[in-house]
């Protein structure tokens, strides 16, 4: 098997596992703190929950993040052959992986580098799925383009309608919604990805 592809099928199996990783982590620090409020929280405000939440919390974060960014390394990067604009969109989606590894190491007890790290996680994450729909489009693959724009207007959304209408008092449910489409956009690619 050639390099390019085995590098491809290992990028592909790290994004499957980051989403599954990272959401059993999230989802198991927000349900061992009771006090936790979809509408009224940050998913990050579990981050400094003493006990096992913030480290589960924050681990998932980081790990996610890591295998995230072996999957742009090895797997995007790899199955765009190297166009230009394949390669700004797979740097985009690598920096946003390396600011969600920052955000768990950053938690909220860091206000102002949190902060930042935040935004970048939930800008960056849309503008590189954009970039990558004209790279699908480029290499002819329409399909992937359809599907890569709508995840990116879906991860952009909650975002939008949060900042015109103020729909939930806290950022909780934009951040799960946002990172749920990217979450989905990587496992669809990753099965792709991993076809014969």
Known sequence: MPTKLVYRRIGAYAGIA?????????????????????????????G???????????????????????????????????????????????????????????????????????????VLAPVSLFILTCAFWICHRRGMAAFTVLIGVAAALPWLLQFAFNYVLNVAVPEFLSGLDVSIWVIVLCQKILKP
Do not use: R
Not at 30 to 38: G, L, M
Not at 98 to 110: C, D, H, K, P, R
């Open 48 to 122: 400094v929950v003493s006990g096992i939440t913030g480290p589960l919390f924050n681990f998932g974060l980081i790990a996610s993040g890591l295998l995230a960014f072996l999957f742009a390394v090895l797997g995007l990067y790899n199955y765009f052959g190297g166009t230009f604009v394949g390669k700004v969109g797979v740097e985009s989606f690598e920096a946003a992986t390396l600011a969600l590894i920052g955000i768990g190491i950053f938690n909220e007890s860091f206000q102002g580098t949190h902060y930042i790290l935040s935004v970048a996680f939930f």
């Open 18 to 46: 980051a989403p599954i990783l990272g959401f059993i982590c999230i989802l198991s620090a927000v349900v061992s703190y009771p006090q936790f409020s979809w509408t009224n929280n940050a998913l990050s405000d579990v």
